[in-house]
């Protein structure tokens, strides 16, 4: 039996990580839920950890501090079961991308969430 991790890539999670390579964040959360929604297995964790990492990524744009920090670390927790691949996405690198991102935005702090560098903002990149 093949793992779902194995299986071919659903049209929505590629459509979903075009949005959030693009910085389409919020776009990015409609289709990865969709897909959410539909997958009744394990594997709809993947999908969720990407989709509240992109939430996070809202999150900074709206200046939510709070927000962010939460997104970035429930997002983790639901991919790292995943790691280092699955579904052809390079889950390692996504995780140290959140890792990476927490620091920086635990570092500036709910009143400096505006200096955000956006050459920081996360990739999901493919295997």
């Known amino acids: ?5 194995e299986e071919p890539i659903p049209a929505l999670l590629r459509q979903g990580i075009e949005q959030f390579n693009r910085g389409d964040f919020f776009e990015q959360h ?3 839920e ?3 929604r539909e997958e009744q297995r394990p594997l709809r964790r993947l999908y969720q950890g990407i ?6 990524m809202y999150h900074i744009q709206r200046r ?6 939460y997104m970035l670390t429930r ?23 959140a890792h990476r991102l927490l620091d920086i935005v635990e570092r500036l702090g ?3 969430l505006d200096e955000f560098d956006w050459d ?5 990149r493919w295997v």
């Not at 039996?1 to 991790?5: H, L």
């Not at 920081?120 to 999901?124: D, L, M, T």
């Open 1 to 5: 039996m093949t793992s779902p991790c």
């Open 30 to 32: 409609e289709t990865l």
């Open 34 to 36: 969709d897909l959410w």
């Open 51 to 56: 989709l509240q990492i992109g939430v996070a």
């Open 64 to 69: 939510n501090h709070h927000g962010a920090v």
């Open 75 to 97: 997002g983790s927790g639901y991919l790292r079961p995943f790691a280092p691949s699955c579904q052809g996405i390079d889950v390692d690198d996504l995780l140290a991308s």
């Open 110 to 112: 709910p009143d400096r």
């Open 120 to 124: 920081e903002a996360p990739r999901v």
